[in-house]
Every structure is written in structure tokens, then in C-alpha cells.
């Protein structure tokens, strides 16, 4: 027996999106007053969604955010990824072993609807990618850590978070999957593996999750 259902974040793991939007997040928050390095971002905020960036800023300034902040940053964004987006090496190479084995997937990402399809259409990903396949913290009350977006997107495809297993790059993807009930396994291309130790599993080249996604249960 397999797993019923492959569960991908999205950002650095579909698409090579998190070393551009750290970039820019960290030069924004920067120039607001906040200073943040690229790895700061890393640290503090990959793999989260934008309330994070929010709630951390106005926990340790006392100050919030401009209420434009989120649609400025996601222009500079969108901007960058016309421009430098790629797939991440090997990603399209596991979805068409995937759809060659009948095993069924989705995504389920910290990003926005809009930050996911644009991503997608610039890399060609949206010819593996339907709506119904598409899931988003905007889709439930909680970003990563907490299950809820796992928990849903498992339930829309009809199957048991048992029998999902997630693929994730982030520490806080990681701690949302566990939290969930899921295994998962750790792309260390950017995380160092001590980050992603909650992970059923880790590996740090596509070519090696194949094997991964096909494996028994215990």
C-alpha cells in the first residue's frame, strides 16, 4: 500500500520562488523602518503566510505595518518572478511520475490563490495544476504551524490525513504537517536538516523523493 495522497507546499519546493521573495521581503521591511536581513526572512518567515510578517513586526516594534503593505510587497513579487522565476530542479519530473502511477496531489501553500497561479504560469506548472488541486491560507482561519490548511486540503481530496504524506522545506511547514497527523518529508535545499528534525523523512534532491512518495506505509 502507497499513500493515497502527495501534499507539496508550494514556495521552494515547486517553484524556486524563496530566495526572491526573502530577497525583497527583507529589503521592504528594511526600507520601512524594520531592519531584516535575507536571512532573518529565511529564519523568521519562510514557508509562513503574510500574517506572520504582521504579528512578528508589531510584537517586537510595537508598530504595524502600512495597510498597503501586502499588496505592495506581492506587486514587487510578481514583478521579480516574470522576470527570474524557475521550477525547482527535478519538481516536474516527480509530477509526471506521479500522475504515472495514478497517485493523486495537490498543493497546499502559506501563499496566496493569486501568488500560487502566478507562480505556476510563469513556470509552466499550471498545465499539472487545476483549480481543485490548488489550496491556500487563504482557504481557512490559520496559516502554518497550524494543521488547518493540511487538514483541509486532505479533506477536499477526500482523503484520510493518515494516508497523506506531505512534502515540505520549511520548519513551520514541518510542525503543521506533524500537527495534522501527516508524515512528511523535508527538502533540505534550503533548510539545513537540523531545522526540519520533526520530518519523517528528509531528503535534498528531487531525484530521491520518487522513491519516498511510493513507499509503504507501516
Known amino acids: 500500500m502507497r499513500y493515497d495522497l502527495a501534499i507539496f507546499d508550494n514556495d521552494g519546493v515547486l517553484v524556486d520562488s524563496?530566495?526572491?521573495?526573502?530577497?525583497?521581503l527583507a529589503a521592504f521591511l528594511t526600507e520601512l523602518g524594520h531592519p531584516t536581513s535575507y536571512e532573518d526572512s529565511i529564519r523568521d518567515y519562510m514557508g509562513s503566510a503574510m500574517h506572520r510578517?504582521?504579528?512578528?513586526?508589531?510584537?517586537?516594534t510595537g508598530?504595524?505595518?502600512?495597510?498597503?503593505?501586502?499588496?505592495?510587497?506581492?506587486?514587487?513579487?510578481?514583478?521579480?518572478?516574470?522576470?527570474?522565476?524557475?521550477?525547482?530542479?527535478?519538481?516536474?519530473?516527480?509530477?509526471?511520475k506521479l500522475?504515472?502511477?495514478?497517485?493523486?496531489y495537490c498543493v497546499a501553500s502559506s501563499g496566496s490563490h493569486e501568488r500560487i497561479r502566478v507562480g505556476h504560469r510563469t513556470t509552466g506548472l499550471d498545465?499539472?495544476?487545476?483549480?481543485?488541486?490548488?489550496?491556500?491560507?487563504?482557504?481557512?482561519?490559520?496559516?502554518?504551524?497550524a494543521p488547518d490548511l493540511f487538514l483541509y486540503a486532505?479533506?477536499?481530496m477526500g482523503v484520510a490525513p493518515e494516508r497523506c504524506l506531505v512534502v515540505e522545506d520549511s520548519p513551520l511547514g514541518v510542525q503543521a504537517a506533524v500537527a495534522a497527523g501527516m508524515d512528511v518529508y523535508g527538502f533540505t535545499a534550503m533548510t539545513p536538516a537540523g531545522r526540519l528534525s520533526g520530518a519523517t523523512g528528509l531528503f535534498g534532491d528531487m531525484g530521491e523523493l520518487v522513491p519516498l512518495l511510493s513507499r509503504a506505509r507501516n
Open 18 to 24: 524563496e530566495p526572491i521573495s526573502n530577497r525583497l
Open 53 to 60: 510578517v504582521h504579528d512578528l513586526v508589531e510584537e517586537r
Open 63 to 96: 508598530q504595524r505595518l502600512p495597510a498597503d503593505f501586502d499588496d505592495v510587497f506581492h506587486a514587487r513579487v510578481f514583478a521579480a518572478f516574470e522576470r527570474e522565476l524557475k521550477p525547482v530542479v527535478g519538481a516536474m519530473d516527480v509530477l509526471e
Open 99 to 104: 500522475v504515472a502511477d495514478g497517485v493523486p
Open 127 to 145: 498545465r499539472w495544476f487545476d483549480d481543485e488541486r490548488i489550496f491556500s491560507s487563504q482557504d481557512v482561519g490559520r496559516g502554518k504551524p
Open 154 to 156: 486532505a479533506e477536499r
